[in-house]
Nanobody
């Protein structure tokens, strides 16, 4: 198992930026997919971006592509989500997630493919 802790959420005005962090601990030597999801009140959890721990070619959902960037620091076992040009509709709880062992790469993030989750960090964007 791997444990995940998100941080970096907060309140920001529309057009602002935030960077979320997801620090992993435990069996971090296992090759897996790491992803960011979000869930707004009354809405389903939405996959935003995913990357393999042994690569840096992230896949993004259409709703955030061009504004959000996923990156990782392999030496710190930490994944980041840089969020620019934030909009009120980006308001949600943002979650980091890890898949089981996957040595060969990642596909577009689907909730069913991830079984380890952080507790979430709130992002609130005001107009």
């Amino acid at each position: 198992q791997v444990q995940l802790v998100e941080s970096g959420g907060g309140s920001v005005q529309a057009g602002g930026s935030l960077r979320l962090s997801c620090e992993a601990s435990g069996f971090t030597y296992i090759s897996r997919c790491m992803a960011w999801f979000r869930q707004a009140p009354g809405k389903e959890r939405e996959g935003l971006a995913v990357v393999h721990t042994q690569g840096d070619d992230a896949i993004y959902s259409g709703s955030v592509k061009g504004r959000f960037t996923l990156s990782q620091d392999h030496t710190k076992d930490t994944v980041y989500l840089q969020m620019n040009d934030l909009k009120p509709e980006d308001t949600a709880v943002y979650y980091c997630a890890a898949s089981g062992p996957i040595p060969w790469g990642c596909a577009a993030p689907r909730e069913v493919d991830f079984d380890e989750w952080g507790q979430g960090t709130q992002v609130t964007v005001s107009s």
